[in-house]
């Protein structure tokens, strides 16, 4: 009887191992590689707001705003992900903008008009940290409200309406290893923080350095990203059921835009 016991306890303890072996390899939801389908994004309603007059750019969405002159000199600001912008005009219906950080060069963008004044096309090529490829985005925006007079053509309130981009600005890796959850991109952008709300480092991307997470539930993570200390955004990432696609809500606190994202599993 004493032996049957101990086959039998034996027997318990060896199931009991093997399921805490296998709950412990057991990929979560969010493991694999996610690309971003823009072309199912939601982006916010709120207009975006900037206008040049009497050669002066002013962004009036930006947080905290700025006015520098659109001579295409390298200016500084504060309270930015970057710490230079030059403004050029190039042609009565366009204007190209260019961003520093530690005097490096973080993104070029060109802005131009339709000839009805109704359309913004933004072409911009962005340049990772860790000096991997650049990465390239276009958007369309809508003209919200009516043009203002006696300023640059590009000038004025515009909602995205959408937006294509380069493979390796859409690409996002996830791993889950025992409680601690890791990040990575092409682009070189990552982080590995755990499930507790603590901070931990973020590297690769100006925008943000410190990122702290909280699951809140096993197929959804709410993550919390910070520059210097001030919470920048806030992004909600709900896995479907079937595992084969995630759902991003992104509120960006700066500006105070909520969009909704749809990535793939690879």
């Known amino acids: 009887m004493n032996r049957m016991k101990q086959y039998v306890y034996g027997a318990l303890i060896a199931l009991v191992a093997l399921c805490v072996a296998t709950a412990a390899k057991a990929q979560s939801p969010f493991d694999g590689t996610w690309k971003t389908d823009l072309s199912q994004t939601k982006f916010s309603p709120k207009p975006l707001a900037f206008y040049i007059s009497q050669g002066w750019y002013h962004c009036v969405t930006c947080n905290p705003t700025f006015d520098v002159a659109a001579d295409g000199q390298d ?95 859409l690409l996002t890796t996830y791993k889950t290893n025992g409680d601690q959850f890791t990040m990575t991109s092409p682009t070189g952008e990552s982080y590995t923080a755990k499930f507790d709300g603590a901070d931990y480092p973020a590297t690769g991307t100006h925008y943000y350095n410190a990122v702290s997470l909280k699951k809140i539930n096993a197929n959804t993570i709410e993550e919390t990203d910070k520059r210097d200390g001030k919470v920048v955004d806030v992004s909600t990432m709900t896995v479907s059921a079937n595992g084969k696609m995630m759902t991003v809500v992104d509120n960006d606190k700066v500006t105070g835009r909520i969009s909704t994202f749809v990535a793939k599993k690879q």
């Open 75 to 169: 200016h500084a600001v504060t309270g930015q992900a970057y710490d230079s912008i030059s403004v050029t005009i190039v042609d009565p219906h366009t204007i190209s903008v260019a961003t520093k950080k530690g005097g490096q060069a973080d993104y070029e963008q060109t802005r131009t008009v339709s000839a009805d004044g109704k359309t913004l096309t933004v072409k911009s090529t962005g340049h990772p940290v860790n000096g991997s490829a650049s990465i390239s985005f276009e958007a369309t925006a809508k003209r919200s409200g009516v043009a203002p007079a006696g300023v640059h053509a590009t000038s004025g309130q515009w909602i995205i309406q959408k937006q294509t981009g380069s493979d390796n600005a």
